[in-house]
């Protein structure tokens, strides 16, 4: 199931480089990774009233919070994808349980 989830965000992450005039080198997907963990503590710092809200009322400030967890794990499965990572096996070793299939709705 991780597998079909990274290759659907290879999909539009590819799209959107190409789009976009984007070389999406071995650092590039590093790099992308370390900037949405950024935005995701931005979006926490807002929720918690640790950061500026931006008149963002709390529903919209829980969107973006989802959003921006969104994006870390599409990164995380794009970063994983290009460095030829097994990303079930390593969480089934690593936490030692087999992971449950991840819904996409």
Sequence with gaps: MLRRLA??????SATY???NGIERDP???LLKLQEEVGELTQAWNRVTGRGR?????????????????ADLLGH?????RRNDIDLAAAIERKWRFEPAEVSTS
């Design 53 to 69: 809200r931006r008149d963002r009322t709390p529903e919209e400030l829980h969107r973006d919070l989802a959003d921006e967890t």
């Design 76 to 80: 995380i499965l794009l970063f994983a």
């Design 17 to 19: 480089a190409a789009a």
């Design 27 to 29: 650092d590039w997907f």
């Design 7 to 12: 290759d659907q965000f290879e999909i539009s």
